[in-house]
């Protein structure tokens, strides 16, 4: 096994522990230890889990998709990575702020480990130089109460 496969093993084997320790504390009615293990996760290990599957730092962006009288929100994985001409974040910094703003909305609809599981299991790849872009969407299945607080 090469080294990156073994680095990219081991990340998702992070995320995979993180997930399980967040869903045994779900069991607990302790809310200040839920807070705490969603706080552990942060923009830094959103970046090592993007980094980590796809192998290059993609930018992520949410999504609305209108089809047929329904709504629906994405979370995608779009082909522009650190280091790019087209990438739209000024620095390494700029981009960690916008993924700790995407941790921090994922938390607070409870659709974190829910995105996380969906990128781990995912074999599709972003792709640029490709008409249209090929991005990768992960679905996050809200309720249309939800939907309505957020698109409105």
Do not use: W
Not at 9 to 20: E, R
Not at 77 to 84: E, I, Q, R, Y
Not at 115 to 138: C, D, S, W, Y
């Amino acid at each position: 096994m090469s080294h990156h496969a073994q680095a990219k093993g081991k990340v998702f084997s992070s995320i995979a522990t993180q997930l399980n320790v967040k869903r045994s504390s779900k069991e607990y009615d302790d809310v200040d230890e839920k807070e705490e293990d969603d706080n552990e996760f942060d923009g830094y290990a959103m970046r090592d889990a993007i980094l980590a599957k796809f192998g290059k730092c993609f930018d992520m962006d949410f999504k609305r998709v209108d089809n047929m009288g329904k709504r629906d929100l994405y979370l995608n994985v779009m082909p522009f990575h650190l280091k790019s001409r087209q990438f739209r974040h000024a620095s390494e910094y700029d981009y960690l702020c916008h993924l700790q703003a995407i941790v921090d909305i994922l938390i607070k609809y409870d659709r974190l480990d829910y995105v996380l599981t969906q990128m781990e299991e995912t074999t599709k790849k972003p792709r640029a130089g490709t008409n249209p872009l090929i991005a990768v969407p992960f679905r996050l299945d809200l309720s249309e109460e939800t939907l309505d607080k957020i698109l409105a």
